[in-house]
């Protein structure tokens, strides 16, 4: 390369504007009102010199307010994560993007926006946002987040029905979790307080799905009277056809385990009502029965004695 050749190149990148440089062009346009331009020039600040946390909250800052509520996301999360001494400039920023977010009746947004807030402060008490993040974490399948959240959306809910509505979806999100000791006494407040009809029905599935799941854990364990009682309340009315055969099977291994072989066949024979030729319920009650009979039936006589 000849030394004409390295001077021009010099010169190039010395006329290649700076990070300082985008910045203050960002800040002449956004003081203009123009916060397209503002948001590009801090954009390209941000490519020469990504680590400014100045350039992240002056880019969030014009996101909002052209209504680009991702881009602003994006943009306070990543001032709360690269500066933790503006964490709170962060959230502050952050629940101006919700409440508008909320005003554009953009809920994918807002959702992404108290996600961020709850990664940048998490001991921010979220208030009138709290059901919103709660809703979202569960839709998403975070149950974590969920089972975090619902507790408090709940008890700041504003109507009793309300409460009820999230707290069966807290006894759902503990049912994922494998937690039916959590999930057991919130549905049971449900159903006994009957505050909202429309989650009955599913207080009483999920009810019964857990005492399923508890009755054959205690089986597993070797406690077929304390799995018992969990077997007999899956039977109550209301819970899924599948979930009541599948306590009637569990109910004959307990009766098996305490040497009621008849009891034991009477609760394998109500497993079988309602289900299908075929079905796994159908199939192991069929097969218990059949062992059943085997070990009740004579011994076959002993063969002649050979002449």
């Known amino acids: 390369m000849s030394r004409r050749t390295l001077a ?101 947004d807002a959702a992404k926006g108290l996600a961020g807030l709850r990664a940048v402060a998490p001991a921010r008490p979220l208030g009138r946002y709290a059901r919103l993040a709660a809703l979202d974490a569960a839709d998403r399948g975070d149950t974590a987040g969920a089972l975090a959240l619902l507790p408090s959306a709940a008890a700041a809910a504003g109507d009793a029905r309300t409460a009820d509505s999230l707290l069966y979806v807290y006894g759902m999100a503990a049912v994922r979790a494998r937690a039916c000791s959590t999930a057991v006494p919130v549905f049971e407040g449900v159903l006994r307080r009957q505050r909202e009809p429309a989650v009955l029905e599913g207080a009483r599935e999920g009810l019964g799905l857990c005492a399923l799941a508890e009755g054959q854990r205690l089986l597993v364990e070797g406690r077929p009277a304390d799995a018992e009682d969990w077997f007999r309340r899956a039977t109550a009315p209301g819970a899924p056809t599948d979930v009541v055969r599948g306590a009637f099977l569990g109910l004959g291994d307990v009766k098996l385990a305490e040497g009621d072989v008849t009891a034991a066949l009477e609760s394998y024979q109500q497993a079988l009502a309602g289900g299908t030729p075929g079905d796994t319920i159908t199939l192991r009650a ?15 006589p002993p063969p002649p004695p050979k002449p």
């Open 8 to 108: 021009a190149l010099a010169l190039a990148l010395a006329c290649q504007p700076s990070a300082a440089d985008h910045e203050q062009l960002g800040d002449r346009q956004y003081a203009a009102g123009a916060y397209r331009d503002a948001l590009a020039e801090y954009e390209l600040g941000l490519t020469a010199h990504p680590g400014s946390a100045d350039l992240d909250a002056k880019a969030g800052a014009a996101a909002l307010h052209l209504g680009e509520f991702g881009l602003a996301v994006d943009a306070f999360v990543a001032l709360g994560q690269r500066d933790r001494s503006r964490a709170g400039e962060a959230a502050d920023g952050l629940e101006r993007v919700v409440r508008a977010a909320l005003a554009a009746n953009d809920r994918s």
């Open 286 to 300: 069929q097969q218990k029965i059949n062992a059943l009979g085997k070990a009740d039936a004579p011994a076959p």
